[in-house]
């Protein structure tokens, strides 16, 4: 049985940071290519970070310079940290796993409000 499970969301002001969490358990994780998507209220979901079995990232251009995406294959867990948080990043994050299928977690929620 696969779970993907996110945590570290929460409320933040404008210019904050925060640092969330994926663990992984039930498939090879060093095998994994890993994924973080958001999704604003009443929009779709859209790619946020990347991160390959071999390390390489990938992110979109609206958080390039301040989101980090990283791994540790020891622990089975994959980090997002969020820097200079901006209002347009409130959204939930999803992580994502892929190895042979996808797996999706439940959601952690971000808010960037004053």
């Known amino acids: 049985q696969v779970q993907v499970v996110e945590s570290g969301g929460g409320l933040v002001q404008p210019g904050g940071s925060l640092r969330l969490s994926c663990v992984v358990s039930?498939?090879?994780?060093?095998?994994?290519?890993m994924t973080w998507y958001r999704q604003p209220p009443g929009k779709q979901r859209d790619l946020v970070a990347r991160i390959t079995s071999s390390g390489t990232t990938t992110y979109a251009d609206s958080v390039k310079g301040r989101f980090t995406i990283s791994r540790d294959n020891a622990k089975n867990t994959v980090y997002l940290q969020m820097n200079s948080l901006k209002s347009e990043d409130t959204a939930v994050y999803y992580c994502?796993?892929?190895?042979?299928?996808?797996?999706w977690g439940q959601g952690t929620q971000v808010t960037v409000s004053s």
């Open positions: 039930g498939i090879i994780f060093s095998r994994s290519i």
């Open positions: 994502l796993a892929s190895y042979f299928q996808a797996y």
